[in-house]
């Protein structure tokens, strides 16, 4: 079996979406508890960006240990030093620094593609100066990823032959679909040889991201980016809980394996959602009220002699929690069970 890494962006791209923005001390807690779902990296911020960021990574960096603690940074040489101070207590610090990869994106940013790649070296070499463990990353679209091939291969290229330990491929828009993300992943491992770790961080602006993320890891990819509910930017990114329900009923057929703890992948995130103030649809997979519950008759009738659900393939007690079956309009003979109260009057993180 393969080892697939979760490095953990919720920190970063949950505090920027719209409507959310947390305390440093509300930051920690939430780190405590990816900390005890398992997974490998936790990316904190962008210490160049503000204050708040800066002092959020210092103080992760101090109070976690047994995980990698991540900053982000762009491939300007005072982003990268900023990230090295925050990082500096760091038991295992890691930055992310990243380059446009689209045109309009350079253009803003007010780079040629020949300074873009000069920047991205000068950049990768800054960071490993201090710090064993650098990914790079470049922002795309589907057009992009098309049209400007060989000005990725060159950016990829040049982050390796600097130190890049990483190479992380940036569905910036979320919207690359299934078939192209595994395309790209096997392009970039067929195509740019070294010593490195594929990662995939991906959008969900189609209801893709996790998608995609299974296709990357098809295609060889060897770390996802994901967030606690898939909260990020617009849509958000590759939801963690359901990422993690793909794995395991896909496990065999991936051959792959993780550090997530799954039992502990459901209070975590319940208490996740609480700090950001964030209410989980009911029908969210695997922490969603509804997520292992029916009152459907064709469902009840289909369990077997010991109780098993053939249409629960996403196992419940692998998360530490039983089925449920209720009675109600659509149960027919099977209407024994408990009756559900008025839906309007449950609390919707809160299960059956």
């Known amino acids: 079996m393969r080892k697939i890494f979760l490095y953990e962006v919720v920190l970063r791209e949950g505090d ?32 160049a960006n503000r204050d708040h960021d800066y002092s959020s990574v210092k103080e992760i960096s101090i109070s976690l240990r047994g995980v990698e603690v991540s900053a982000l940074a762009r491939i300007k040489n005072k982003d990268i030093e900023s990230a090295v101070d925050a990082l500096d207590k760091a038991e295992t610090p890691v930055i992310f620094t990243f380059c446009p990869g689209i045109d309009s994106r350079l253009e803003v940013c007010n780079l040629s593609e020949s300074q873009a790649i000069d920047q991205t070296g000068d950049a990768v070499r800054l960071a490993r100066q201090h710090i064993d463990h650098v990914a790079y990353g470049v922002e795309f679209t589907p057009e992009s990823y098309q049209n400007k091939r060989e000005f990725m291969r060159i950016l990829y290229t040049t982050a390796l032959a600097a130190g890049a330990t990483r190479l992380v491929i940036c569905d910036s828009s979320g919207c690359m679909l299934p078939r192209q993300s595994f395309e790209l992943a096997n392009w970039i491992k067929t195509n ?74 459901i209070p975590s995130i319940h208490r996740i959602a609480e700090i950001f103030g964030y209410i989980i649809p009911p029908n969210t997979p695997v922490v969603g009220r509804n997520a292992f519950a029916t009152q459907a ?56």
């Open 297 to 352: 008759g064709i469902h009840i009738a289909s369990r077997g002699a010991n109780g098993g659900d053939p249409f629960l393939r996403v196992l419940p007690g692998l998360y530490g929690v039983d089925p449920s079956y209720y009675s109600g309009p659509h149960s027919g003979k099977y209407n024994k069970g408990p009756r559900l109260p008025n839906p309007k009057d449950r609390d919707a993180t809160t299960f059956p």
């Open 192 to 265: 740019i040889k070294g010593d490195y770790r594929l990662v995939m961080h991906s959008h969900n602006d189609l209801s893709n991201a996790v998608q995609n993320s299974v296709e990357g890891i098809f295609a060889g990819v060897d770390e996802i980016h994901v967030a606690a509910l898939g909260l990020g930017e617009r849509a958000g990114n590759t939801d963690l809980a359901a990422l993690s329900a793909a794995l395991s009923v896909h496990q065999d057929l991936l051959e792959v394996i993780t550090d997530l703890n799954y039992t502990q992948v």
């Open 16 to 47: 920027e979406a719209p409507g959310f923005a947390l305390s440093p001390r509300q930051k920690v807690e939430i780190a405590h508890h990816l900390v005890d779902m398992g997974v490998n990296t936790i990316e904190v911020g962008f210490p």
